[in-house]
C-alpha cells in the first residue's frame, strides 16, 4: 500500500493506534477504500476540531466501521483448533484442582468468604443509598429543619412549627405541596375484643399522598385524613386487627377514650423510607395542630418545590415571612414589641433538607427513625473490597510460590510450540475455573446465612434483592475480575520462563519473587491487624459507656410504661405497689435518664428577659421520690417535700445548669418559664425558686455533654420507675402485673428495666463492634488460610534440608524456629506499618464522644500479639509436622 | 416477501438516488455528503459505506476501484454506479408512489 502521507504535517495525522485497530479486523478487500475515506473525512470534515477531540472523532468513526461484513474472516470464525484448546485449557484446569485438592480448597475457601464479603456488602450498600426513591417527586421534596438562635443560643431540629408549611406555600409561589407528620408514640388500639399496642402511630395532614408515593389501596386520595378522628390503616395493621373484613367504616378506640372511623387502607410503607407509620390518623384530630406557633418544633414538614426551583431562591425570601408571621408572634408571647430582627441576635431560619439525603446525612436531633450514615456505606464498602482482595492475594501467593512445580509442564509445553498467549489463556482459565466455583459456593452460602446478616445490620433484606440488576452484574463481573486480578500475575510469571534453562532443571527462576509474596503477605496482615485494633478500640469504648460513673443507678430499676392507662388512678396504683416489701420506692415521672422524648421551654433565670443565658432548657416533671429511687445524689439544699406547699413553685437545677447560668449561690436565685394554666388563654410567665441542686447524671448517649436540666414538682402520668430488691425479680414482675390488672382491668401491662433501655441507647456502637468484629475475624481468617499454604509450601520444599539438619542434630524446636522465623518478621512489618493508620482512624473515630476512652497502648501490643500468635499457630502446624518427619524418609529419595 | 418485488428501505432509495445524481463521482464521502446537503441529516461513513455494500449485493449497485488520488493517502476510491435494476428498483418506486397519489381522495387531501 503506498505511503505518501508523510509529507504531511505529524500533527495533523490520524491517530496511528486507530488505523492499527482498524487494520487488525478490516478484511483486506475493503481496506483501502474504507481508509481512504476516513482519512479524507479527518482531512476535510474534522479540520473544525482540534487536538484531542479530533483525534477522538476519528477514532469513533473506526470503531463505527466495526460491522460483520468488514470483518475479516479469522475473526468471524472459531478456529477450531482453539475450540479444542479451550476443552483442554478446562481439562487442565480441573486435573490440576483435583491434584492439588489442598491448595484449591485454600483458594476457593479464601474466595468464597471474599465474595461472599462483596455480595453482602453490596446488598447493605444497595439498600441503604435506595432510601426514598421510591418516592416520584424524592428529587425536589424537601424537610424543613428548624435552625434558630435565641440570644446567641443555637437550636436545631428536624421539627419545625406547625404553620410553616402551610405558610411557605401560601407566600412562595414555588412551593407546590406541602405536608406535616406528628409521631403520636405508643398507643393501645382497640377494636371488639383486640386490644395491640402500636408504635409506629402518626398524624398526617390530608395532603400527605400529594407528597409520598403511597399508594392507597381503599378510600380516595382527597377524602381520607380530611375529618377529624379519621384513621387510615397500613395492610399488615388491617390483617392484624380485620383479617380479611373489610375495614372502611369501622372504629378503632385509641388509648381506651377515643374513636377513630377507619376511612382508608394503604400500601405498607417500603422498608426503604426513612419513616414509618402502621396508622395514620388525621391531623385534624390533634388540636393544637392548627394552633401552634412559627417558632416551636412540633412537627416533620415536607415540602415540594416546583419543578426547575430553586432552594436557594426560597430561602433568600425568609425575611419576608418572618417580618410577616414570626415576629408579631414573638412580641405576642413576649408581651412587647422587640423592634428590629436583626439588633436581637434572633434568628430563624428553616433549612430545606433533601428528602434523599435524610437517610444517610441527616443528624438533627429529633429524627423519626434512627439513620443510617454514610460513613459507614463508605467504610463497609471498602472494607468488603479489601476482603476480596486480601483472598486474591492468597492465590496469587500461592499460584507463585508453587510456579517452580508447574515450571516443567510450561517449559515442555512451550517446546513443543505452544506460544506465550495460550499459556496465559490457560493459567486464567484456571483462575476463572476457581473464581466460578467459588462464586456458586459464594451465593449458597449467601443464601443460607442471609438472615443472620439481617439480624447483624438490623436490616430486613429479602432473597429477591440478589435477582436486582446491580447484584446479578456484579455476580457475573466478580468471577471475572477476580480470575484475572488473580491469575494475571502467575500467568505472566509462569509464562515468562524459559524453557531451556526450566528443562535443563533450573527450578528457581519464578521461585525468586520471593519479595513480592512477602509484600503482598504484608498487606494482609497489616489490614487484619487494623481491623482488630479497631474492633478492640470500639469494644473498649462501649465498654467504658456502659461502665462510666453515670450518676445515677441504672440497675434494678422497673420502669412500667404507658401509666395514662390507669386513668388517673397512678398514685393509687404506686402506693399499692410499695406494700410489697420488696419494692423500696417508687416516682412518677416525665421523663427518665434513657433514651426517651424530651421537651423543653424558654427558661429564664431570675426572670430577667434581657439575659443572654434566656434560653430553652429542659424541663422535666417529677416527685418528691424520684431522686431517691434513682439514686441521684442532691449536693445543695433540699429535695421537694410534699409538707411545703410552696414546692409548687419551687425547681431543682442540675449542676450543668448552675453552670450554664453562672451562678455562685443557686438557692439565691429563681428561674421563670412560661406555663398554660388554661389552654384557651395565652400563657403566663411564673417564677420558681431554686430549692436545690442535684449532681449531674448522664442522661442521654456519652456522645453529649450533659445538658442543663431544671426539675419541677408537677404531677405527671408518662412512667412509674420502681427500685425494687434483687431477690425475687419474677415474684416483683407478677405482683406488679396484678396489681395492674386490678387498677386497670383490660390495659395490656408492659415494663422494661432500666439498664436494657440504658444498654438500648448503645445499640449503634454495638452493631459497630459486632461487624467490626466479624470483618476483623473474616481478614484474619483469609490472611491464615494464605499462611496456611504458604507454609505447607516452604516446608514442602524443605523437607531436604529439614532432613539434613535433623541427621546432624537439630531438634523440633530448632526446626520450628527456622521455619517460623520468616513468618514472624512479617508480622512484625505489618504490625509497623498498621499501628499509626489504626491509630489515626481510631483517633478520628473516639472524637466524636464527649465522654471517652483513651487509645492505650496495650490495645496495639494486644492486636499485634493475636495477629502473631494465630499467625504462628497457623505455620507451625506444617513446621512441627516436617520437623516431626524421619530423616531417613525424607532422604531416601536421589 | 417475494423476490420479484423491489423491497427498498427509504436509506436504501435515498442513496440509490443520491448515487444516480452524483453520476460518475459516487463514492463513500461524496454520497455522504451529498445526502448531508440534499436531506439535511447527520450521517454517519461507516453507515453509507454499510449501505453501498448492501445495494452492492441485492445487485442495484456496481463499482470499480478508481486510479490513484492525491489526497486520502494516495489511496484508491471505490466508485457506485447504478445497475439496470438499480434505475427499475427506484423508478418502480417512484410509480408506485405516483399512484398512491392519484388515488388518494381530494377530500383527504383538503384536510391534510
Known amino acids: 500500500m503506498p505511503r505518501k502521507e508523510k509529507n504531511i504535517d505529524d500533527h495533523s495525522m490520524p491517530p496511528k493506534s486507530a488505523d492499527r485497530f482498524l487494520e487488525w479486523y478490516c478484511s483486506d478487500y475493503y481496506m483501502e477504500e474504507v481508509k481512504g475515506d476516513l482519512h479524507e473525512l479527518f482531512q476535510n470534515k474534522l479540520c473544525h476540531h482540534f487536538g484531542l477531540l479530533r483525534w477522538l472523532l476519528y477514532w469513533w468513526n473506526v470503531i463505527r466501521f466495526f460491522r460483520p461484513y468488514l470483518l475479516r474472516n479469522k475473526l468471524l470464525h472459531i478456529n477450531i483448533g482453539e475450540l479444542y484448546m479451550l476443552n483442554s485449557y478446562l481439562k487442565i484446569a480441573l486435573r490440576n484442582l483435583r491434584k492439588h485438592a489442598f491448595y484449591s480448597f485454600i483458594n476457593i475457601t479464601g474466595l468464597v468468604v471474599g465474595v461472599v464479603c462483596v455480595i453482602f456488602i453490596l446488598l447493605f450498600v444497595t439498600d441503604e443509598l435506595s432510601y426514598d426513591k421510591f418516592n416520584k417527586k424524592a428529587d425536589r421534596t424537601y424537610r424543613l429543619v428548624s435552625d434558630f438562635m435565641i440570644r446567641g443560643n443555637t437550636f436545631q431540629s428536624a421539627l419545625s412549627g406547625g404553620p410553616v408549611g402551610q405558610g411557605m406555600k401560601r407566600e412562595f409561589p414555588e412551593v407546590e405541596q406541602q405536608t406535616r407528620i406528628r409521631q403520636l408514640g405508643s398507643t393501645i388500639v382497640k377494636y371488639k375484643d383486640i386490644s395491640h399496642k402500636e408504635d409506629r402511630m402518626s398524624f398526617a395532614d390530608s395532603t400527605f399522598f400529594d407528597v409520598f408515593s403511597i399508594e392507597l389501596i381503599a378510600g380516595k386520595k382527597d377524602e381520607v385524613l380530611r375529618t377529624p378522628n379519621s384513621i387510615i390503616l397500613s395492610e399488615t395493621s388491617v390483617q392484624k386487627y380485620f383479617g380479611k373484613k373489610n375495614p372502611v367504616g369501622e372504629f378503632l378506640r385509641l388509648d381506651n377514650d377515643t374513636d377513630y372511623n377507619v376511612t382508608g387502607v394503604y400500601k405498607d410503607i417500603p422498608a426503604n423510607s426513612h419513616f414509618h407509620a402502621d396508622m395514620l390518623c388525621s391531623m385534624s384530630s390533634l388540636e393544637f395542630s392548627t394552633q401552634d406557633y412559627w417558632s416551636n418544633a412540633n412537627f416533620h414538614t415536607y415540602i415540594v418545590l416546583a419543578k426547575g426551583a430553586n432552594p436557594q431562591d426560597l430561602i433568600a425570601k425568609y425575611p419576608s415571612i418572618l417580618q410577616m408571621y414570626v415576629k408579631p408572634e414573638i412580641e405576642a408571647l413576649a408581651g412587647t414589641s422587640i423592634g428590629d430582627f436583626s439588633e436581637l441576635n434572633l434568628k430563624f431560619e428553616w433549612i430545606l433538607e433533601p428528602l434523599l439525603d435524610i437517610h444517610l446525612y441527616s443528624t438533627y436531633p429529633h429524627q423519626f427513625e434512627p439513620n443510617g450514615d454514610i460513613q459507614y456505606v463508605y467504610i463497609f464498602s471498602a472494607i468488603g473490597l479489601f476482603i476480596l482482595f486480601l483472598a486474591c492475594i492468597n492465590f496469587v501467593n500461592l499460584a507463585t510460590a508453587r510456579s517452580s512445580l508447574r515450571a516443567k509442564e510450561v517449559g515442555i509445553k512451550k517446546v513443543v510450540g505452544s506460544d506465550r498467549r495460550s499459556l496465559i489463556t490457560q493459567f486464567l482459565t484456571e483462575s476463572i475455573v476457581i473464581s466460578i466455583i467459588a462464586l456458586l459456593i459464594a451465593v449458597a452460602v449467601v443464601l443460607a446465612i442471609l438472615p443472620f446478616f439481617n439480624t447483624l445490620v438490623g436490616k430486613n433484606i429479602q432473597y429477591t434483592a440478589l435477582l436486582s440488576g446491580s447484584v446479578m452484574l456484579a455476580l457475573i463481573v466478580i468471577p471475572l475480575i477476580t480470575g484475572i486480578l488473580a491469575g494475571f500475575f502467575p500467568a505472566f510469571v509462569l509464562s515468562a520462563f524459559n524453557p531451556a534453562v526450566i528443562l535443563k532443571g533450573n527450578l528457581s527462576g519464578g521461585v525468586k519473587k520471593g519479595w513480592l509474596r512477602s509484600g503482598l503477605v504484608v498487606f494482609q496482615f497489616t489490614t487484619s491487624i487494623i481491623l482488630i485494633v479497631c474492633t478492640l478500640v470500639v469494644l473498649n469504648q462501649l465498654h467504658y459507656i456502659q461502665n462510666k460513673k453515670l450518676g445515677f443507678d441504672k440497675d434494678h430499676v422497673l420502669i412500667v410504661e404507658d401509666t395514662n392507662m390507669l386513668d388517673g388512678q397512678t398514685e393509687i396504683f404506686k402506693d399499692e405497689i410499695l406494700r410489697n416489701p420488696e419494692i423500696i420506692s417508687g416516682t412518677v415521672s416525665s421523663f427518665l435518664p434513657v433514651e426517651s422524648a424530651r421537651s423543653s421551654n424558654g427558661t429564664i433565670p431570675d426572670g430577667d428577659m434581657t439575659s443572654e443565658k434566656f434560653q430553652p432548657i429542659q424541663t422535666w416533671r417529677i416527685d418528691t421520690d424520684y431522686f431517691k429511687t434513682l439514686g441521684i445524689e442532691i449536693v445543695a439544699g433540699r429535695n421537694f417535700s410534699d409538707e411545703q406547699i410552696t414546692d409548687s413553685s419551687a425547681c431543682i437545677l442540675n449542676e450543668a445548669c448552675v453552670k450554664e447560668f453562672g451562678w455562685d449561690d443557686p438557692l439565691e436565685h429563681t428561674v421563670a418559664r412560661y406555663i398554660l394554666p388554661d389552654p384557651n388563654k395565652p400563657p403566663v410567665l411564673k417564677e420558681f425558686n431554686v430549692i436545690g441542686v442535684v449532681k449531674d447524671f448522664h442522661f442521654e448517649s456519652l456522645k453529649n455533654d450533659i445538658d442543663p436540666i431544671v426539675f419541677y414538682l408537677e404531677p405527671s402520668t408518662s412512667t412509674i420507675s420502681f427500685r425494687i430488691n434483687t431477690g425475687n425479680i419474677a415474684g416483683v414482675i407478677d405482683y406488679v402485673k396484678s396489681v395492674w390488672t386490678q387498677t386497670a382491668p383490660g390495659q395490656p401491662f408492659s415494663y422494661r428495666f432500666m439498664d436494657e433501655s440504658f444498654d438500648n441507647m448503645y445499640r449503634a456502637e454495638t452493631k459497630v463492634s459486632e461487624i467490626f468484629s466479624v470483618f476483623a475475624g473474616l481478614a484474619i481468617f483469609i490472611g491464615c488460610l494464605g499462611l496456611f499454604g504458604l507454609s505447607a509450601f516452604t516446608a514442602e520444599r524443605k523437607t531436604k534440608e529439614i532432613g539434613i539438619r535433623k541427621v546432624h542434630g537439630a531438634t523440633l524446636k530448632s526446626v520450628v524456629i527456622l521455619l517460623s522465623k520468616e513468618f514472624a518478621k512479617l508480622i512484625l512489618v505489618s504490625f509497623v506499618i498498621a499501628a499509626p493508620i489504626a491509630y489515626y482512624l481510631m483517633n478520628s473515630w473516639l472524637a466524636d464522644y464527649a465522654y471517652r476512652t483513651g487509645l492505650s497502648m496495650w490495645t496495639f501490643v494486644l492486636s499485634g500479639l493475636l495477629a502473631m500468635v494465630v499467625a504462628l499457630i497457623t505455620v507451625s502446624y506444617h513446621a512441627i509436622k516436617a520437623g516431626l518427619i524421619n530423616p531417613a524418609k525424607s532422604l531416601k529419595y536421589e | ?112
Open chain 2, 1 to 112: 416477501m417475494k423476490k420479484n418485488r423491489t423491497n427498498l428501505g427509504e436509506f436504501e432509495e435515498l442513496v440509490l438516488l443520491v448515487v444516480g445524481v452524483l453520476n460518475d463521482n459516487a463514492y463513500g464521502i461524496s454520497i455522504m455528503e451529498e445526502i448531508e446537503k440534499q436531506a439535511r441529516r447527520k450521517l454517519s461513513i461507516s453507515a453509507v459505506h454499510s449501505v453501498l455494500t448492501r445495494l452492492e449485493k441485492k445487485g442495484y449497485l456496481k463499482s470499480y476501484m478508481g486510479g490513484e488520488t492525491n489526497e486520502r493517502g494516495g489511496r484508491r476510491k471505490r466508485f457506485f454506479t447504478l445497475t439496470g435494476s438499480g434505475k427499475d428498483a427506484i423508478n418502480e418506486v417512484r410509480e408506485m408512489r405516483n399512484k398512491l397519489w392519484d388515488i388518494m381522495p381530494d377530500l383527504s387531501m383538503e384536510s391534510l
